[in-house]
T-cell receptor
Framework: NAGVTQTPKFRILKIGQSMTLQCTQD?????MYWYRQDPGMGLKLIYY???????DKGEVPNGYNVSRSTTEDFPLRLELAAPSQTSVYFC????????????FGSGTRLTVV | QKEVEQDPGPLSVPEGAIVSLNCTYS??????FMWYRQYSRKGPELLMY????GNKEDGRFTAQVDKSSKYISLFIRDSQPSDSATYLC???????????FGTGTRLTIIP
């Protein structure tokens, strides 16, 4: 059972470039989330989805886009990368309500130079 | 004021000591309380989960919730070097699909 799989694990982008962070889960979870984690700042919610075709903004959505065409996949798109987007990105999934806890992926470490 | 406050540490204790990690919160609607453990360069993993007030024990770990004081704690008994990690508290109210996380406390157990 793979759980939540994120690719790539590491990436260096130049300012202005774009990329997609991939996230796949095999637990048939309806809910999926994207967080970024900066040192000393905790986890900040970027976008979340309660099911295929439904997405909503979190706390820090600017500069990012998401789509949810299937239950399993929830890619995060970065357009026109900026140094402020240097961070570690985590994808997570949960059953409806999320109150039974999230399952997190192992993260993507992104540096924008 | 942040909804969830957590002392970032770092906290260093000798092996075998009892560790106490804490969070305070301001939203009285929170009913679900969790602790996540995050090893360096890994994703957070769910460690403990409690609903409403009271204590929950799992091996060397005890989670405590005091809703009247809006205060939650995680106790680690007989701490081991393998417990060295960042511990994040998280909480949610019923019907809200989004968890609110603390900033995490970095813990080091010294052999």
């Amino acid at each position: 059972n793979a759980g939540v799989t994120q690719t790539p694990k590491f990436r260096i982008l130049k300012i202005g470039q774009s990329m997609t962070l991939q996230c796949t889960q095999d637990m048939n979870h309806n809910y999926m989330y994207w967080y970024r984690q900066d040192p000393g700042m905790g986890l900040k919610l970027i976008y979340y989805s309660v099911g295929a075709g439904i997405t909503d903004k979190g706390e820090v959505p600017n500069g990012y886009n998401v789509s949810r065409s299937t239950t399993e996949d929830f890619p995060l798109r970065l357009e026109l990368a900026a140094p402020s987007q240097t961070s570690v990105y985590f994808c997570a999934s949960s059953y409806p309500g999320g109150t039974n806890g999230y399952t997190f992926g192992s993260g993507t470490r992104l540096t924008v130079v | 004021q942040k909804e969830v406050e957590q002392d970032p540490g770092p906290l260093s204790v000798p092996e075998g000591a009892i560790v106490s990690l804490n969070c305070t919160y301001s939203n009285s609607a929170f009913q679900y309380f969790m602790w996540y453990r995050q090893y360096s360069r890994k994703g957070p993993e769910l460690l403990m989960y409690t609903y409403s007030s009271g204590n929950k024990e799992d091996g060397r770990f005890t989670a405590q919730v005091d809703k009247s004081s809006k205060y939650i704690s995680l106790f680690i008994r007989d701490s081991q070097p393998s417990d060295s990690a960042t511990y994040l508290c998280a909480m949610a109210n019923f019907g809200n699909e989004k968890l609110t996380f603390g900033t995490g406390t970095r813990l080091t157990i010294i052999p």
